[in-house]
């Protein structure tokens, strides 16, 4: 596998929010608007980007049996990092994100991408797969937030874009509800567009 | 805090602030071990049991230790450390002890390290800055309305299954809408307190 594949199939065919679900918890509480789902992505990347390299370059001192939570204890210390970082500098994103920041450590795709790959390969393979996984998990939930604002507050990135009140914004998008309707439904449609696809691949064969 | 604000904070936690369905913590488990009723079952026993005992150690850990220290800043190392150890010592001692039961926790408590419900509400007990007995009840409640949820989810997906659904949105996608559709009924008990 190239460069190139190992950062593509972060943002297409191993996507961590639409094809491997997981990780769920940030991506339906923070997509109420683009901004924080931005903030969110960013800040998760990071963390991906140093626990991945990390991991890597330690990967041969860590005993077998106690791997895991060698993993999670260098998770944990790159998130407070962020959090740290994020309360000094960015402190208006710091409270719209809340606890969602420390729960970056039990999310499974940080853990997971350390398990199954910064664990197995060599630092730069390692750094490109968090890239990769990062650009894959921001995008999915910029995309999330983008249908969430638009719908539910009738903005993008907090800018008005249906003036003199031409359409009334339908406020369910934004609460809770909203979140695993839109999520449930574009997952769906994203399923649709792959079976086609797999039907039309194997009517070629 | 008097008996009557007491009973409002339990049940505060388990129905309106329900974990789960408003604050969406522990989404994972919830759409995983989901699709059978008695798996359901026991992973919202092991989650009531995990997040109850790791709320008290936390706490007691963050209000005795760190903050006399000034060390609040270690919190989320601290914590999880905390967590997963629970959760080892929980699995250790329920094996030893009590056998028929670890025949239906066993294979949900070393799951629940990654719930993000345990690490969340260890946190929110921390910013709410609740005392001991508030901490105990709000934990206790948290706990009861996640193992509520994904009970009665995990009925309606035994039935489900039976429903003719498109293709593309069997599992995870039709799992969401009705999660979607459980928490509009949840925001309704917003209006009896």
Redesign the interface.
């Known amino acids: 596998m190239n460069n190139k594949e190992n950062f593509l199939k972060g943002i297409f065919s191993e996507n961590p929010v639409f094809m491997l679900v997981l990780g769920m918890c940030p991506v339906l509480a923070i997509t109420t608007t683009v901004t924080n789902a931005l903030g969110m992505g960013l800040a998760f990347t990071f963390v991906l980007i140093m626990s991945n390299v990390i991991i890597s370059l330690i990967r041969k001192f860590i005993p077998n049996d106690i791997r895991i939570p060698a993993y999670i204890v260098v998770i944990a210390t790159v998130v407070t990092i962020v959090d740290m970082f994020m309360h000094a500098y960015a402190f208006s994103l710091y409270e719209s994100l809340g606890i969602f920041i420390p729960l970056i450590v039990v999310n499974c795709v940080v853990l997971g991408r350390a398990e199954a790959f910064a664990s197995k390969n060599g630092v730069f393979a390692s750094f490109i797969d968090a890239l990769g996984m990062g650009a894959g998990f921001t995008l999915s939930i910029t995309l999330i937030s983008t249908v969430r604002e638009v719908l539910g507050s009738g903005t993008f990135l907090g800018i008005d874009i249906f003036p003199f009140d031409l359409v009334q914004p339908a406020s369910i998008f934004v609460i809770a509800p909203g979140a695993f309707i839109t999520l449930g439904i574009l997952l769906g449609i994203i399923n649709t567009i792959r079976f086609k696809r797999a039907k039309k691949a194997q009517a070629k064969e | 805090m008097n008996f009557g604000q007491l009973v409002a904070l339990a049940f505060s936690a388990i129905l309106i602030q329900n974990v789960m369905?408003?604050?969406?913590?522990?989404?994972?488990p919830f759409?995983g071990v989901s699709k059978k009723s008695q798996s359901a079952i026991g992973m919202g026993l092991a989650v009531i049991f995990v997040i109850t005992l790791s709320s008290i150690l936390t706490w007691s850990v963050y209000w005795l230790v760190l903050d006399p220290l000034g060390l609040e800043?270690?919190?989320?190392?601290v914590f999880?450390?905390i967590i997963?150890g629970v959760v080892q010592f929980v699995e250790m001692f329920i094996k030893k002890t009590a056998p028929a039961i670890y025949k239906m926790l066993g294979i949900y408590l070393p799951l629940i390290?990654?719930?993000?419900a345990?690490?969340?509400v260890a946190?929110?007990n921390i910013?709410k800055e609740f005392n001991f007995i508030e901490m105990v009840v709000y934990s206790v409640g948290i706990s009861v309305g996640y193992a509520l949820v994904i009970y009665v989810f995990s009925t309606i997906r035994e039935r489900i299954e039976k429903a003719p659904i498109?293709?593309?949105?069997k599992g995870?996608?039709?799992?969401?809408?009705i999660?979607?559709?459980m928490?509009?009924a949840f925001?309704g008990f917003a209006g009896i307190l």
């Open positions: 369905l408003t604050q969406f913590l522990g989404t994972c759409l800043y270690m919190r989320t190392i999880i450390l997963s390290t990654t719930n993000c345990v690490l969340g946190l929110i910013n498109p293709e593309s949105f995870t996608p039709i799992a969401l809408i999660a979607g559709l928490s509009i925001i």
